[in-house]
């Protein structure tokens, strides 16, 4: 265990996500039978934009849920991104399918139509598009590359993104969604899968549930899951909800912050921003080192300062479970190499922003900046920065302090 001063994520969890958990406890509907569990999904469903939302245990499972759902099956193809979390990919496997792994773009970091269309072969049956640190991938661009493919979009990371004005999660047949510690909200862990399919949304519900028969209870005419949700998760997840919007307004805050502390330092790449049409909801604030031998030694400046960070995920063909499928990406293996990201959660404080980027600037043997003027707008700087997240005097009251140390787990 490894003490750290600025973890690499801490959520927000307000008196009135605490509260409505309590409420739930208390009610005795602490199962997924707890009407909290339909009632998240449906206003969750909303929130997004599509027909039907179908609550599970994890971001993996909501993944493994869509696969099976879909009819992935031995003898398929999937397409998925080499620069991602191995999730995708190891649902594809359990599934008895073979992933194919396409390289990523230089520019958003997210798997391109150009690399999906060259591994496209007669046993393509879908794509997972990873919507990778909060940049949204061109859905549209990747079904016109693998036609006729099922297009299943990984939204762990980008809860909340848009593309041309529809939500990530909603292009593709079905959009799967994490609820992890560290994502845009959280119910501690928890998923969704969401779909307009009504036949997909049955089979989804059947498959959460141990494929138990609806109408004969115990009845099982196939194997399933027990991939459901509490109704203690779905409380808070509906309390994370009605503030989605003003996480994501503060994660804009911070990345702006980001931005403006190290766009003076040529030898990085910044988090792309994303376009009008397709902006980042900066998930994670990343940048990109000169090398992997900078990155490494900038990680251990930071965290000899009490400062978390990560390195970018490895690309998938590089790992031992998947060490029989050779792919060309050299895009991914560069950014591999020299990614980081950046504490990002949304009670950074304009403080801790400083701390990092003046660490930064140290391991790249650069001065600290002069004091910046802020873009918050309140008195005291702990004030400023809670302004920003919340906007009000009764929501503030509800972002906690964090202690001065804290005993943190790596966070996946």
Not at 276 to 292: D, E, H, K, R
Request: aromatic share 6%; proline share 7%.
């Amino acid at each position: 265990m490894i003490k750290r001063e600025i973890p690499v994520y801490s959520p927000w969890i307000s008196e009135e996500d605490v509260e409505e958990v309590r409420r739930a406890t208390l009610s005795g509907w602490v199962s997924s039978s707890s009407p909290d569990v339909l009632s998240f999904e449906e206003e969750f469903a909303a929130a997004i934009g599509s027909g039907r939302g179908i609550s599970c245990s994890s971001g993996t499972a909501a993944l493994h849920l869509s696969l099976r759902a879909a009819g992935i099956g031995p003898g398929d193809e999937v397409i998925v991104p080499d620069l991602t979390f191995i999730a995708p990919a190891s649902m594809v496997v359990a599934c008895g399918a073979t992933p194919v792994f396409a390289d990523v773009s230089v520019e958003d970091w997210n798997v391109t139509p150009e690399s999906v269309s060259k591994c496209v072969t007669p046993r393509t049956r879908a794509v997972i598009a990873v919507h990778l640190y909060g940049n949204p991938a061109d859905c549209e661009g990747l079904a016109e590359a693998a036609p006729g493919a099922i297009i299943i979009e990984d939204v762990a990371q980008s809860c909340g993104a848009t593309r041309d004005d529809v939500n990530a999660g909603t292009f593709g047949s079905l959009g799967c969604f994490s609820f992890f510690g560290n994502k845009v909200i959280t119910t501690g862990e928890g998923g969704m899968v969401l779909t307009d399919d009504p036949d997909l949304a049955s089979r989804l519900h059947l498959l959460r549930g141990h494929a138990m028969s609806p109408d004969r209870r115990y009845f099982h005419s196939e194997l399933g899951f027990n991939y459901r949700m509490t109704g203690m998760q779905a409380a808070m997840g509906r309390s994370q909800l009605r503030r989605m919007d003003e996480i994501l307004s503060r994660k804009r805050k911070i990345a702006k912050l980001y931005a403006n502390r190290l766009a003076d330092l040529p030898e990085l790449c910044l988090h792309p921003p994303g376009t009008a049409s397709a902006p980042s909801i900066f998930w994670m604030y990343s940048i990109l080192t000169p090398s992997q031998k900078v990155r490494d030694e900038m990680m251990r400046r930071l965290g000899m300062k009490g400062i978390d960070t990560r390195p970018f995920f490895y690309p998938m063909s590089s790992l031992p479970p998947f060490a029989g499928h050779p792919t060309h990406a050299p895009v991914s293996r560069d950014l591999s190499e020299r990614g980081l990201n950046l504490p990002s959660g949304p009670l950074l404080t304009e403080s801790e922003i400083d701390f990092v980027t003046d660490t930064i600037r140290e391991a790249l043997g650069r001065s600290k900046r002069s004091k910046v003027t802020s873009i918050t707008d309140s008195v005291t700087a702990r004030t400023r920065t809670l302004e920003a997240a919340t906007g009000s005097k009764r929501a503030r009251a509800n972002l906690p302090t964090r202690k001065g140390r804290v005993e943190l787990p790596f966070q996946i």
